[in-house]
């Protein structure tokens, strides 16, 4: 996709030179739409499997999904702490998945926290101001894949919470 956008960019420089308006004005708009296509093709493969959570663990991976995301995630979670690739992956979608089911309900924010008791892994969520509640089954269905559970409950003050468990063993 790189070299199409490279191309393109060369083409419309080209078309511009030779006084040639309306082609370099379609290419400006196709150069435009294959920058939006790299884009969504870096964001789809950042959905799947962010790749900071296979060279830095979960923590970054949360932090940057933080970065990007549409809506505030507040993360806590400890440093350096490595668990089974299959259970961070799974951890780090659940928290992609309840962010952007949040963004979906108009909520105002989504906070995490991390942490290991014994030989689980806990992630408690918090989607805050949510006009509704997420696809709690797709969750569940994942996290039992990895052999863990999930629970919600709606508070009083309008904030869903959702509780894992993985094994971290």
Do not use: K
């Not at 060369?10 to 040639?20: E, S, Y």
């Amino acid at each position: 996709m790189l070299g199409v956008l490279h191309e393109l960019s060369l083409a419309q420089v080209a078309a511009a030179t030779a006084g040639d308006t309306v082609v370099a004005n379609r290419l400006a708009q196709a150069i435009d739409e294959a920058d939006a296509a790299i884009e969504s093709l870096r964001r789809l493969a950042r959905g799947i499997h962010h790749a900071t959570l296979t060279e830095a663990g979960l923590l970054a991976a949360l932090e940057a999904l933080a970065d990007e995301a549409p809506i505030p995630l507040e993360v806590e979670a400890p440093a350096h702490v490595r668990y089974p690739p299959e259970i961070e992956a799974t951890a780090w979608r659940v928290v992609a998945d309840t962010v952007a089911a949040a963004d979906r309900l108009d909520g105002d924010g989504v906070d995490v926290r991390v942490r290991q008791v014994g030989d689980r892994l806990h992630l408690d969520l918090g989607i805050d101001g949510a006009s509704g509640v997420p696809d709690t089954i797709g969750l569940a269905d994942r996290v039992g894949a990895a052999g863990g559970t999930l629970t919600f409950d709606l508070t009083e003050s309008e904030t869903l919470r959702l509780h894992v468990e993985l094994p971290c063993v």
